[in-house]
């Protein structure tokens, strides 16, 4: 996603299938950040956050328009993890959404261990400090 276009490739793609939120892992994008498209599409990117760090993994969501207009915020946690909240038509419900990229088979035990950790414990204080929520994780597991 990197190169030049990727990101309008994306979403035409994403308005050919009437996607409303799409999850795109392996962004090497670094830093955070959002980026509105001239179609209407918003992108939310999470990445490795040094200086002159390499273009390697990240994580984003690219959000239509209906989606765009619903989120209530966002919130990025390094290459691997962002978090999204929208609000349902339903009154009182709010969606989560968090996308995943895991670590795959050379990533150290230390590494794998902090990654899975962190699902668990972000799942686990939104059902703590919210009433009603919704939780979608999607995730791209590699083979263990």
């Known amino acids: 996603m990197w190169e030049t276009g990727k990101t ?6 994403m308005r050919r299938y009437n996607l409303v939120v799409l999850g ?3 962004t090497h994008w670094t830093q955070a950040g959002q980026q509105r498209l001239h179609t209407g599409e918003m992108l939310l990117y ?7 760090a390499p273009h390697t993994q990240g994580v984003a969501l690219m959000l239509s328009k209906v989606a765009r207009n619903a989120l209530v915020g966002w919130e990025s946690h390094g290459p ?3 978090k999204t909240s929208f609000k349902a038509k339903k009154e ?3 969606m989560n959404i968090i996308q995943c990229y895991a670590p795959n088979n ?3 035990d230390d590494d794998k ?3 899975y950790d962190r699902p668990n414990r972000d799942t686990t204080d939104h059902r703590r400090t919210i009433n009603r929520v919704e939780l979608v994780t999607m995730h791209q ?4």
Do not use: K
Request: glycine content about 6%.
């Open 80 to 82: 691997r993890i962002i």
């Open 106 to 108: 050379d990533s150290s």
């Open 141 to 144: 597991l590699h083979r263990l």
């Open 113 to 115: 261990d902090q990654f």
């Open 8 to 13: 309008s490739q994306i979403a035409t793609e």
């Open 92 to 94: 009182g419900i709010t």
């Open 24 to 26: 795109i892992t392996e």
């Open 46 to 52: 999470s990445g490795r956050e040094e200086e002159d």
